[in-house]
């Protein structure tokens, strides 16, 4: 199993940006999916996650300004995120786990490589 993220970058505060995760060598359609980040001197923590029937779950702290989307079709999951603010700089990770549980737990499977987003003031 490979997740490959992809979309981060640079953006000052307000902005947006949609991160990408590929995902390859597992049946995508029958596992949740997740983002995760982790910021420099802090633990990873959980972001936003969705179900095999694109039920979506989110942080507190990216309510209503974070979106998560899946595409079966194309093995992929997206992280849109506008109204950007520099406490969102992090490294940026996708996982996969069939039990959406475990996902939302902050344990899934299989992890990507993550993708740095930062975020100026």
């Not at 995902?23 to 996650?49: D, N």
């Amino acid at each position: 199993v490979q997740l490959q993220a992809s979309g981060g970058g640079l953006v000052q505060a307000g902005g947006s940006l949609r991160l990408s995760c590929l995902a390859s060598g597992l049946t995508f359609r029958r596992f949740a999916l997740g983002w995760f980040r982790q910021a420099p001197g802090k633990e990873r923590e959980f972001v936003g996650g969705i179900s095999w029937s694109q039920s979506t779950y989110y942080a507190d702290s990216v309510k209503g300004r974070f979106t998560i989307s899946r595409d079966d079709a194309k093995n992929t999951v997206y992280l849109q995120m506008n109204s950007l603010k520099p406490e969102d700089t992090a490294v940026y990770y996708c996982a996969a786990d069939p039990r959406l549980s475990v996902v939302l737990s902050g344990n899934p499977q299989y992890w990507g490589q993550g993708t740095q987003v930062t975020v100026s003031s």
